[in-house]
Nanobody
Framework: EMQLVESGGGSVQPGGSLRLSCIASESRIRYYPMRWYRQAPGKERELVTLITSDGDMAYLEDSVKGRFTGSRDNVKNTMYLQMNSLKPEDTAVYYC?????WGKGTLVTVSS
């Protein structure tokens, strides 16, 4: 079964940056779109970005446009989320998704 493992979360001050990674256990991931979701405390999980199999960022949630960039490296079976100019409202658990598979999430906390 495919495993997805996120990393790169942590605590950062407003205006700071983080880069999240999601590594897949199987190379067949290269044929499928991948997504980053996030779930803030007390809120529903929301889609942040969708990266096509070719690496195009086909969707980016409005509140992160101009600040977040999704990408992937199919040689490394890895998807990334570069997050700049972080705001307190970006605080959430960020999840990687592909097909029916989900990672366990990585926590991002933005606070002064």
């Amino acid at each position: 079964e495919m495993q997805l493992v996120e990393s790169g979360g942590g605590s950062v001050q407003p205006g700071g940056s983080l880069r999240l990674s999601c590594i897949a256990s199987e190379s067949r991931i290269r044929y499928y779109p991948m997504r980053w979701y996030r779930q803030a405390p007390g809120k529903e999980r929301e889609l942040v970005t969708l990266i096509t199999s070719d690496g195009d960022m086909a969707y980016l949630e409005d509140s992160v446009k101009g600040r977040f960039t999704g990408s992937r490296d199919n040689v490394k079976n890895t998807m990334y989320l570069q997050m700049n100019s972080l705001k307190p409202e970006d605080t959430a658990v960020y999840y990687c998704n592909a097909m029916e598979y989900w990672g366990k999430g990585t926590l991002v906390t933005v606070s002064s």
